[in-house]
């Protein structure tokens, strides 16, 4: 019995040290033996790395660092970013956000059924991380950004794989987004708006 359980943690440990050559684990739970949960880092190909290269930098002119700052966190906010942290003076956001990839029921479901049926565990919510740094450019009121997003999607078991964002729609998404928010901050500072007087009858 005793070289029974030996060989089935043996077999545990090896398969868990199977990973992906672009994949590193920072946390080991097992593959055949669950024992903890496992978390994965997956580095990008060269050809998501190249797309994420084109898609990450933005130049607006026109604007302080201050006011990109404040339109930013207006902009993230929109996007559904939950936590946004602010460091005005390094040029520094940090903004995190959680999604539900299926519904509550279908959790609530999944989580009964495996009581009776063991299940495979599924991506069931997905957290997003941005960075956001920004710089003074080349010239006069020009304002440098560059953007980096990482997702990592969370199973029903408590594993995880994080990854590199390198879609470019979600990094125009963002940018422009960002654009909204600092025209319609230059629109109320140019035209704000007026206060009438009113009457007593």
Do not use: C, M, W
């Given at each position: 019995m005793r070289f029974l359980l030996l060989g089935i943690i043996l077999l545990a440990l090896g398969a868990a040290a199977l990973?992906?050559?672009?994949?590193?684990?920072?946390?080991?739970?097992?593959?055949?033996?669950?024992?903890?949960?496992?978390?994965?880092?997956?580095?990008?190909s060269e050809e998501e790395m190249n797309a994420y290269l084109q898609a990450r930098d933005r130049q607006l002119s026109g604007a302080s660092p201050p006011a990109v700052l404040q339109a930013a966190r207006q902009a993230l906010q929109k996007l559904g970013y939950t936590?946004?942290?602010?460091?005005?003076?390094?040029?520094?956001?940090?903004?995190?956000?959680?999604?539900?990839?299926?519904?509550?029921?279908?959790?609530?479901?999944?989580?009964?059924?495996?009581?009776?049926?063991?299940?495979?565990?599924?991506?069931?919510?997905?957290?997003?991380?941005?960075?956001?740094?920004?710089?003074?450019?080349?010239?006069?009121?020009?304002?440098?950004?560059?953007?980096?997003?990482?997702?990592?999607?969370w199973d029903s078991s408590g594993n995880s794989r994080t990854m590199l964002d390198s879609d470019h729609a979600?990094?125009?998404?963002?940018?422009?987004?960002?654009?909204?928010?600092?025209?319609a901050r230059v629109r109320q500072i140019k035209h704000p708006a007026s206060h009438s007087g009113c009457g007593v009858f």
């Open positions: 990973t992906d050559d672009n994949e590193q684990v920072t946390g080991q739970g097992g593959r055949l033996l669950r024992y903890s949960s496992t978390q994965l880092r997956a580095e990008p936590r946004v942290e602010v460091d005005a003076d390094y040029g520094l956001i940090q903004a995190k956000k959680n999604e539900p990839l299926v519904s509550h029921a279908r959790q609530v479901l999944r989580g009964v059924l495996k009581i009776k049926v063991p299940l495979p565990a599924k991506p069931d919510h997905q957290s997003t991380a941005l960075l956001l740094s920004l710089r003074p450019g080349s010239q006069p009121h020009d304002v440098l950004l560059r953007a980096r997003i990482e997702q990592a999607a979600a990094y125009q998404q963002l940018f422009e987004q960002l654009d909204a928010a600092l025209n």
